[in-house]
């Protein structure tokens, strides 16, 4: 297109009428000119105030209506499209189910998901995300795939971003809103696993590299749908990305928290997640409790709606749930009255040959440093080890059974990491020792105000996998439990259904009292402690390094592990970051710390933009404070996520 010559746009297509058009213009006709030429041209009585234009070969939306065609750079050949920016998806949410909901194609994601949310009545949408569907390499035909997911549909309402307003939560809560129809509240209502069918026919990662490989799938937040290659009516999972739920409330989070618990109880059943026995065995009996409640609270929902709000705020304030990232710690007290933890405790260094087994010590805990002293009485004298704790990998090997409590150090050293395990004799010790190392590991003292939050926590996780001496089962045997679906189907392969049934029945003992929001916080709450939550792994290649590894990213830090085991081979903390940069053309990632060398990878298999939105996303989540109004500083996002800091 010459300036000021006319010349003829040829290519352009009206995607809404399957027509192709071609329009006489100059290249200094803006963009909104040219749409309102296309649409005087079409004389087709329709509203066109949601259309754009699309152009195909440089994947970009021509948004800047007052740019000209010069401007953009469009020549007389361009393909461009003119088309709806909102367009459906069929979006598969955390619990399974999925929804038809019209999304902004042009919007970044960051902006369509925070829609979404409002849509769907869950705040803090900043933690979630969108991710392709991993495809399961066992199944070779795609057809296959897809019959089986129409199978599983289930063809909600379609949903509007910003047209409803978004529910109140006593509506949500309730269900009893005129959007009835499509209402987002039974998104707050758990639907028990019906058929073992559906577990089994679900793709379950069977190694850290499949757990790796469904990470590859997290869409871009600073791009939109349509420059993604997202096409309209495809399949996206709605998934908490960052685990760091900030300000679970459940007076007014019916359905984050309800998602979050769906989230967490499908991780555990494809077992996405590590967990022992004894933990499966109670994430089993509090599931089975929700089902329960759930099934009940909904056949008698309309008279109790009292009640209900009364749980609601019994469960909170019993609670006083603050999860990680939800409180700024307010250190208690005068800094010279640091609280000190000392006992015999059993250590034993893995790596040393010296130690055969555990050694007694005489232990104290001060600040964030362990110190260690033949007995007691030498306690005076200098120690035999002491050990710093900031910035170490703390990992609980707990058998209740078996009454085994020990606790599994990583600590950092020049050149990776020291392994040292302590050894409890009780659960109270063990409570004591495991917070105050949590609390160490991030550079904070016992003086801290989580601290008891942590103990208490901690204990109450241990006491709902204890199996009581003498079950007095209320309930016969035959109930209703599907063993199938409540547990992962490792332990199925390991055990009878009837044993299996006993033994949940058993757990259930723990947790039948409570009610359901409260059975749904302490899954959660659970889930939490378990060693791997909240870790998300990446295929990398370490400079220096000569074959693959993992990167594990969470919410504070990143961690190089070896693919094979799982191990930590060294961890940085995010706190000690100065700068990261991605280099695009070979798609290494480098970052620079304060104190120690910087370090480079190249991502395997994944977008290297991936990795890089993890850390600055969870850099920018912990910047969120209380205070704050709820709006959120997008630019900021962008910028800490873009990669051109």
Not at 1 to 28: A, F, P, Q, Y
Not at 42 to 56: G, P, R, Y
Not at 370 to 397: F, W
Request: proline fraction near 4%; include cysteine.
């Amino acid at each position: 297109i010459k300036s000021g010559g006319w010349c003829d746009l040829t290519n352009m297509h009206v995607t809404d009428l399957n027509r192709d058009v071609s329009l006489r213009v100059t290249g200094e006709i803006h963009i909104g000119g040219v749409m309102l030429k296309l649409v005087e041209k079409l004389d087709v009585k329709k509203d066109w105030s949601d259309h754009a234009l699309w152009w195909e070969k440089k994947k970009t939306w021509l948004l800047k209506t007052h740019w000209t065609l010069d401007k953009y750079g469009i020549q007389a050949d361009a393909r461009l499209l003119f088309t709806p920016q909102h367009k459906l998806l069929r979006l598969q949410l955390p619990n399974m189910k999925h929804m038809r909901v019209k999304v902004n194609f042009s919007d970044r994601v960051f902006k369509a998901v925070s829609d979404i949310c409002k849509t769907f009545n869950i705040r803090h949408p900043e933690e979630l995300s969108l991710l392709r569907k991993p495809r399961d390499p066992k199944k070779k035909k795609k057809k296959l795939e897809e019959a089986e997911e129409e199978a599983l549909e289930l063809e909600g309402p379609l949903l509007t971003p910003g047209s409803g307003t978004p529910l109140s939560p006593t509506s949500a809560w309730f269900g009893d809103s005129p959007l009835s129809e499509g209402n987002p509240s039974i998104l707050a209502v758990s639907q028990p696993i019906t058929s073992p069918d559906i577990l089994v026919k679900m793709y379950k990662p069977q190694s850290l590299l499949d757990k790796a490989k469904i990470n590859q799938g997290w869409l871009d937040s600073s791009r939109s749908l349509m420059e993604q290659d997202v096409k309209e009516n495809e399949v996206l999972l709605l998934r908490f990305k960052y685990h760091s739920f900030f300000d679970l409330n459940p007076k007014y989070d019916a359905i984050r928290v309800n998602q979050l618990y769906e989230q967490a109880k499908w991780a555990i059943l494809l077992e996405e997640i590590e967990c022992t026995e004894e933990e499966m065995m109670m994430f089993a009996a509090l599931q089975y409790h929700i089902n329960k409640l759930s099934i009940m609270s909904s056949e008698n929902h309309m008279n109790n709606s009292e009640k209900e709000i009364d749980e609601v705020d019994a469960a909170l304030s019993d609670l006083e749930i603050t999860l990680e990232g939800g409180k700024t710690s307010n250190t208690l007290g005068d800094i010279t009255s640091i609280p000190e933890l000392a006992d015999y405790v059993k250590v034993f260094k893995p790596k040393k040959l010296t130690l055969k087994g555990y050694k007694q010590y005489w232990c104290t805990f001060k600040d964030i440093t362990i110190s260690c002293y033949k007995s007691r009485e030498e306690a005076h004298l200098m120690p035999a080890h002491q050990m710093n704790l900031r910035g170490c990998e703390v990992t609980p090997d707990v058998n209740i059974s078996g009454q085994k409590f020990n606790i599994k150090l990583l600590i950092p050293v020049a050149d990776g990491m020291n392994e040292i395990w302590l050894r409890c004799d009780t659960e109270k010790q063990y409570a004591q020792w495991m917070a105050a190392c949590r609390l160490a590991s991030k550079g904070k003292t016992m003086a801290d105000s989580s601290y008891s939050l942590e103990v208490q926590n901690i204990l109450s996780f241990l006491k709902m996998q204890h199996m009581n001496p003498d079950p007095q089962i209320i309930e016969p045997i035959t109930t209703d439990i599907n063993p199938e679906c409540l547990v992962s189907p490792r332990y199925l392969k390991k055990y009878k259904n009837k044993q299996i049934s006993a033994r949940i029945l058993e757990a259930h003992q723990n947790v039948a009292q409570m009610s359901l929001i409260e059975a749904k916080m302490r899954f959660i709450q659970a889930w939490q402690s378990l060693p791997e939550f909240g870790m998300t792994h990446f295929l990398a290649k370490f400079q220096g390094g000569k074959k693959d590894e993992l990167i594990g990213i969470t919410y504070n830090r990143l961690i190089r592990m070896d693919a094979g085991t799982g191990d930590a081979i060294k961890t940085w903390r995010f706190s000690n970051m100065k700068q990261w940069n991605v280099n695009w053309e070979i798609k290494m990632v480098t970052v620079e710390f304060a104190d120690e060398p910087s370090l480079a990878f190249i991502c395997a298999e994944v977008d290297c933009k991936v990795v890089h939105e993890f850390i600055g996303g969870y850099i920018f989540l912990s910047t969120r404070a209380k205070d704050q109004n709820e709006s959120l500083d997008e630019e900021m996002f962008y910028k800490l996520t873009s990669g051109w800091i």
